[in-house]
T-cell receptor, first 114, second 113 residues
């Protein structure tokens, strides 16, 4: 079946602009995760959803970052007033549940803030 | 919070040799430890994982060992092949929740023919 998909694959924006990044999880996966990966680093946890609710948002760096998953499937990561330091690859992952289930990653959205 | 240290940052081996990558974690409540392989420009893919109630797990040429007392786990790849060349990440759960993962900084493995 289809894997996790993310759009856009690349996004270039200017400092101060607003961006939205979309994630389509594997069908039937109830858990969805957002990570950020900077060059030469491992993925850094941002937030995870169990169904529609954010079960853990402790990784969001500040209040410019927000994520939603209104129907328990597609999720959108929203970044306000982007800064150059927000440039990174934003990865989404999904899993069937949360009891040590494999997290399957999407291809990522490469965000560049000029 | 959880802290995961990974060593070495780069590892070069000859085809057919073994490779070992080591990780330590700080949260004694961590209970799930996956390893991911990431090829250049690609998404991370799970290659093996281990839960805290198991000391060792093998899958063909890949094995993972876990020492809960020392809070240490390792990835072992035997009979390495050029296609094993990639960046490998270890991860550990934050607490016992099985969900939120903290990743190491990665090991770039280069296997020379």
């Amino acid at each position: 079946g289809a894997g996790v998909s993310q759009t856009p694959s690349n996004k270039v924006t200017e400092k101060g602009k607003y961006v939205e990044l979309r994630c389509d999880p594997i069908s039937g996966h109830t858990a969805l995760y957002w990570y950020r990966q900077s060059l030469g680093q491992g993925p850094e946890f941002l937030i995870y959803f169990q169904g529609t609710g954010a079960a853990d948002d402790s990784g969001l760096p500040n209040d410019r970052f927000f994520a939603v998953r209104p129907e328990g499937s597609v999720s959108t990561l929203k970044i306000q007033r982007t800064e150059r330091g927000d440039s990174a690859v934003y990865l989404c992952a999904s899993s069937r549940g949360t009891s040590g289930e494999t997290q399957y990653f999407g291809p990522g959205t490469r965000l560049l803030v000029l | 919070g959880e802290n995961v240290e990974q060593h070495p940052s780069t590892l070069s081996v000859q085809e057919g040799d073994s490779a070992v990558i080591k990780c330590t974690y700080s949260d004694s409540a961590s209970n799930y430890f996956p390893w991911y392989k990431q090829e250049l420009g690609k998404r991370p893919q799970l290659i093996i994982d281990i839960r805290s109630n198991v000391g060792e797990k093998k899958d063909q040429r890949i094995a993972v060992t876990l020492n809960k007392t020392a809070k240490h786990f390792s990835l072992h790849i035997t009979e390495t092949q050029p296609e094993d060349s990639a960046v490998y990440f270890c991860a550990a759960t934050k607490g016992s929740g099985y969900s939120t993962l903290t990743f190491g900084k990665g090991t770039m493995l280069l296997v020379s023919p």
